[in-house]
């Protein structure tokens, strides 16, 4: 398996653009999960999905922050319209739950490094 | 909430020394996983070792082993015969057994091997 999938793995915006990350979940993997890093607040979750349906946003900074995910194999993080202070390495990283629980760790994708100017 | 900490935003090691990275987490359930990621500079996140709350034995994969105190809730990482391929920044993170499937993270430590 080629693991989580992100792309791109660098991305540079002007201020006021909107930007689009994007995500493809390891096959068979039914959660995944949107984190942000930054040296500031380190790895904070944004979102998270189970079975396509999104069941935590609480982390989404605010409304110019969405997440969508159409399918099992892909995802997006959207951010219209981009700020500087939204510069940062946004993971994407999937899980195998089964029922109530997943006795896994999470894969994560490698990330992209948002640059916002 | 829970919560995770590490206090030691640094630490280096001799290669071939043993180091050990220190967590501290704060729950009030009784079952839960803690984990150790790895994150070098291609800023990939590596999951290193994993320890479910309900074993009462210590995690150890190669030279990486935990010593997991339930009732101190604390969770230290020891890192035998250090390797250059060693440094990197180390995640301590938290997830409950049931329900949400998050992973809480402490801060990090970041650590440097001196050859």
């Known amino acids: 398996d080629a693991g989580v999938i992100q792309s791109p793995r660098h991305e540079v915006t002007e201020m006021g653009q909107e930007v689009t990350l994007r995500c493809k979940p390891i096959s068979g993997h039914n959660s995944l999960f949107w984190y942000r890093q930054t040296m500031m607040r380190g790895l904070e979750l944004l979102i998270y999905?189970?079975?396509?349906?999104?069941?935590?946003d609480s982390g989404m900074p605010e409304d110019r922050f969405s997440a969508k995910m159409p399918n099992a194999s892909f995802s997006t993080l959207k951010i219209q319209p981009s700020e500087p202070r939204d510069s940062a390495v946004y993971f994407c990283?999937?899980?195998?739950?089964?029922?109530?629980?997943?006795?896994?760790?999470?894969?994560f994708g490698s990330g992209t490094r948002l640059t916002v100017v | 909430a829970q919560t995770v900490t590490q206090s030691q935003p640094e630490m280096s090691v001799q290669e071939a020394e043993t180091v050990t990275l220190s967590c501290t987490y704060d729950?009030?359930?009784?079952?839960?996983?803690l984990f150790w990621y790895k994150q070098p500079p291609s800023r990939q996140m590596i999951l290193v070792i994993r320890?479910?709350?309900?074993?009462?034995q210590n995690a150890t994969e190669n030279r990486f082993s935990v010593n997991f105190q339930k009732a101190a809730k604390s969770f230290s990482l020891k890192i035998s015969d250090s390797q250059l391929g060693d440094a990197a920044m180390y995640f301590c993170a938290y997830r409950r057994l049931q329900g949400a499937q998050k992973l809480v993270f402490g801060q990090g430590t970041r650590l440097t091997i001196n050859p």
């Open positions: 990283a999937s899980i195998l739950r089964r029922g109530q629980t997943s006795p896994y760790g999470y894969t």
């Open positions: 320890q479910e709350a309900y074993k009462q």
């Open positions: 999905f189970n079975n396509n349906v999104p069941i935590d």
């Open positions: 729950t009030s359930e009784s079952d839960y996983y």
